[in-house]
DNA sequence: AATGAATGAGTGTTCATTCAT
DNA sequence: GATGAATGAACACTCATTCAT
């Protein structure tokens, strides 16, 4: 299931050189461990078969990686900083209602981290951290502090601009953001096992339907 | 860290029997097995630990349960059977305000389940359920499918009365139960890691502040 | 070439109970893996033949020592503490010529060390040092200098009643021991191959030359 | 540790010419290869660290010597075939008092072997013979036996002449060579670790120590 | 019932060897 | 010739499971 074919050559592309290979590798690896990862769980994932999946043999994983745990890091590093920072830069030069900016945010992370294979970072991470406790500060630092600081400062925008009434911001981000993430992780989870799950059928339209039932929670009471 | 004491006899307190013991034991170590499941997922913990946990031996942990695998089973089942059927009693004999009787639900539910042991049973669930597909059926027809039909309900019931404008129900109580998932997945993750996060430190603030925000975005718009 | 067979019950021999094999078992892996270090190096030596030599199966080695290394370093302290003190108590109450002493002590030394498993310590150790350099400090302290004390002592013994010209007593103690050693080196491993070796077939007679030769070499000159 | 340079150019020299390097390539990774495997052992040392040691890379050593065993016996071969033989043109043209003569071989042969990189060749023919038997006759062959015929010869010179009594002369030719052969082994295991040794730090006072016990106690003892 | 010694299949990791460049 | 990426067999170590006590 992984979104991206990481195997070795089909049949009738030109075999790539030794060297065009040694610099895909560390990204093929990196896609197939954070596949498995998700899937099974770091303990459960063979290196064989993050090898296997990658079309190389065990040894070669560990020419890029040292070990299995670091391997795990790398795969969170590298998909954490696709992460941070992804939303900045829209809501610096956008002008309209701040409803309008809060759909697009959500509907831009959706495509690219919700419809991708990043979308399990979420799951690996709340698998993870536990066992390995230094991957916490570093998930707080890049992501969990800049997403909330981002959305804060949309719903701020919204009170400031007269949009929405007064809550308790923090929280209100909460509201907003873990639904889209329990979204990541029921894909990643149930949603992976019974498809016959509505859910599952149509994120877009619950994204539509949370975002709207929070707009309208945060809208101003009429002057009566 | 579990949050009922499941280890042996504390020193002051009187010896339980040992019949008494005898008896506790299937129990004693489910808890420990959530625990650790919990904490470590299902690969990384070691059935050593388990009986460590539960004050017992290795080898004691076999006469209750065949095998790891159905260890884990029993968790779920135990664990899912405290959550079923937990709101429908509270929703068939409330009389006020359907804004109310949600309320009412949601701090009951966080009351038996979130604040205690069994709310890492989602963790467990999402870490799990691609290992050992058939827990999906499981989960789905326990805990899904109840939990939903109880919300649905609940949500209809507020339309019907004219309390609540018309949404789609299905994804408003997937507003709804999401972020209380979330804050369950978050005390067994991140949480448990760096304790300095505002929504680790006030759940039931958040709790109160979400329920607000989607009464509010359900209530119906004033004619005019 | 185990000097005491170590391996599991012959026919005919009742079976040890679980309790008594737990007892003997570290001594049987010890022996297995003196045995085998000697024979075929530190690194070179498999933990399934040192399991399999003593009769036991691979994961039992690990109930007893925590890992390989761990494992050679019990070798080594308990082969040393074998030979620690060995002569000391001969010395102090012998009475007559040092001479006869002398011979006493390389007779019992060999008796007790070269012709027994432990000969292969040294070989172990000249080997393993390297690789192991907290082993030196070890070896040094346990052996080398308590071993040295002695033979000075003995020398000295005989200065000083008038029967040895003096030397350099440390390099004379290790002219008379070098040799010894070198016998355990040797049965250890060109010994081990080619049985067609004159040194292989009579040691003692080896023995009795050597000490025959060092003492004329101590001997008085006749005044003249 | 090695006692001719053996690696790449050191700045300032002048860089030897590709053809020059060429030619002493298999001779740096001979001197490269007895250098570890001295140190380490053969099972411990890495094909990778010789190339290193010998300033080339892994895939090179394979084109000069076809597998790791057969680097072990060229360097054995390398090293034997300069120790052979080595006396016996000392001994031929030698005149004088058969004393000088032992004590200008001894002196010769610490200068050529034991001070030089080739003295560890006895430490990695005892550490490896087991492991590789064919090796045994081979250095039977070429070193034992030639070198005990040496040593006898010279003894017997001795006898013949009335300067030495006579003893068993192969018994006495290995008191007279195995602390020699000690001093070797001592350099490349405890010695290159503790360097508080008496022993290690004046070896040529213990030659000169041991020739002359040795000596004396050949000495024909005074009519009488 | 309870224990914990023993097992051995399974997995992370290493490293001699190969071969395309 | 020289390189170093890739391989996969081999080995240290783990842990679910069994069973004699």
Same mark, same amino acid.
């Given at each position: 299931m992984p979104s991206q074919p990481t195997t070795s050559t089909l049949p009738g592309e030109p075999e790539p050189s030794r060297r065009r290979r040694k610099e895909a590798r560390p990204q093929e690896l990196l896609d197939a461990a954070l596949d498995l990862f998700v899937e099974k769980g770091f303990a459960a994932t063979k290196i064989?078969?993050? %090898?296997?999946?990658?079309?190389?043999? *065990?040894? @070669?994983?560990?020419?890029?990686?040292?070990? *299995? /745990? /670091?391997?795990l890091k790398a795969v969170i590093r590298h998909n954490l900083s696709l992460t941070i920072a992804q939303g900045d830069g829209i809501v610096a030069q956008f002008d309209g209602p701040t409803a309008d900016l809060i759909r697009l945010v959500a509907n831009t992370w959706w495509e690219r981290v919700g419809e991708t294979q990043a979308s399990g970072i979420f799951k690996l991470i709340i698998t993870e951290v536990r066992n390995f406790p230094d991957l916490a500060r570093f998930y707080?630092? /890049?992501?969990?502090?800049?997403?909330?600081?981002?959305?804060?400062?949309?719903?701020?925008?919204?009170?400031?601009?007269? $949009?929405?009434?007064? @809550?308790?911001?923090?929280? @209100?981000?909460?509201?907003?953001?873990f639904p889209m993430l329990m979204l990541c992780l029921h894909k990643h989870s149930i949603g992976a096992c019974? %498809? %016959? $799950? %509505?859910?599952?059928k149509n994120p877009s339209g619950f994204i539509a339907n949370h975002i709207d039932l929070m707009l309208h929670g945060l809208s101003v009471p009429r002057a009566g």
């Open positions: 064989d078969d993050v %090898a296997a999946r990658a079309g190389v043999s *065990k040894g @070669t994983v560990y020419l890029y990686f040292p070990s *299995k /745990e /670091e391997l707080a630092e /890049e992501v969990i502090e800049p997403g909330e600081r981002l959305i804060v400062r949309l719903l701020q925008r919204g009170v400031d601009r007269g $949009e929405f009434r007064p @809550t308790n911001l923090y929280d @209100t981000a909460h509201s907003l953001i019974s %498809a %016959a $799950e %509505a859910i599952a």
